[in-house]
Every structure is written in C-alpha cells, then in structure tokens.
C-alpha cells in the first residue's frame, strides 16, 4: 500500500475523515515511527542505495533517515574503504584530493581526503525503513503487514485523542509484532493478518471495520 492510502486508513479508523481532530503531520511521523519500531522489533531491513553529490572542500554528508549499516561505498564508481574518523583527523588533517576511504559518524559519512571535486558517492546500505515522504512511497516491510502500521499509529493517535480502542489497537500491535519476529527466526513466509481478530496464518483480505 501507498503511504497515502495507509494515511486515509488511520484517518478513517480515528473516524476522522475530514482530518480535524488529527493533524496530517502527526499522522505520517506515526506511520514511520510504527515501521521503524516493526523493523527494530524484528530485526527486519532491506538493501537500498542512494547517491550523494559531493563539494570541493565538503568532508561529510547527511546519511538517510531510514539508515541502519553499510553495506559498501564508491566514490567515482571506485570503491572506497572503511576508515576510522580520529585517524582520518589525527593523520591527515584537513588533507585533499580523491577519497580513498569513508567513516559513518553521527549520521553523516565522511570522505577521506576531502573531495577537490563534484562527484557521487554511491552508498549501498540497509534500511530499517520509517523514510515514507512523497504520498507514492512505500513501507519496506511486507506487504502483507502493511495494515500493522496503520494499528501502530492508531495507538498513538489513540493515546493523543484519549480514545476507548487504545487496548485494542495495542493488543493488535502486540501481536502482529509477535508472528512478526517468529517468522523472521524460523524464516518462513510472511503472514495475513485479519485485524478484526488479531493476526494469523490463513490468507484472509485485510478488514478493520470490526476495531
């Protein structure tokens, strides 16, 4: 699912179609806090990549939102290797020509020497997901637990608005949550999940008009 159509999910269960009581902002920031925690819980991510446009005389870039670990480096197409940043300083100081290596330090990457010109720095990485932005995106974790994200921000939509379903939206969490991890151990398929009655391993069409 998109993350608009989990946005319109949340809204419709909150029984907020207009979008009055509950902000838009809020809700995006607790679907990918929900995603984010699903992927921490299970220990589940994925492989991305990005590219990063270098600056003459810029030593670090921002790395994404949804970065957990890399998985390799190139600037120019050449692969660079794993440094650490107190020998970079120690060594070379402010040193500059073509990197050779890279250092992940309070979430940027860092070239070294520092970049003398506007290149790319391909970043391959795993993701632990929570970066859901343009209304077309969507989550990294299988489809088939999307909804679980939905039951994830209804619970602090439902702390927020003081709603009587809070339990029930946690019990769903919790669950799903549960069969999650245990798949992920015993690498078996993902399950369906019928959030009317909690999650199981019967294929079923996802249903929330029972919460």
Request: proline fraction near 6%; charge should be negative; glycine fraction near 6%.
């Amino acid at each position: 699912m998109t993350f608009e159509i989990l946005q319109n999910h949340v809204f419709r269960l909150m029984r907020d179609p207009a979008q009055t009581r509950y902000s838009l902002d809020f809700v995006k920031k607790w679907l990918n806090d929900a995603e984010r925690q699903y992927c921490s819980e299970t220990n589940y991510s994925v492989k991305k990549d990005i590219t990063i446009s270098t600056a003459n005389g810029t030593r670090e870039y921002n790395l994404p939102s949804d970065f957990i670990s890399e998985i390799k480096v190139f600037y120019d197409g050449k692969s660079l290797s794993p440094i650490e940043m107190e020998d970079t300083i120690h060594e070379s100081g402010d040193a500059s020509g073509t990197p050779y290596g890279y250092y992940i330090e309070n979430k940027q990457i860092g070239c070294e020497p520092v970049p003398t010109a506007i290149k790319v720095i391909t970043l391959i990485y795993n993701s632990r997901g929570g970066a859901l932005i343009a209304a077309s995106d969507v989550p990294i974790i299988p489809e088939e637990h999307h909804m679980l994200l939905v039951a994830g921000a209804c619970i602090w939509a439902s702390i927020e608005g003081d709603d009587t379903r809070l339990a029930t939206f946690e019990r769903i969490w919790t669950r799903g949550l549960a069969i999650a991890k245990e798949d992920v151990i015993n690498k078996s398929p993902w399950p369906q999940m019928d959030l009317r009655r909690g999650p199981y391993l019967d294929p079923v069409t996802h249903d929330l008009r029972g919460v």
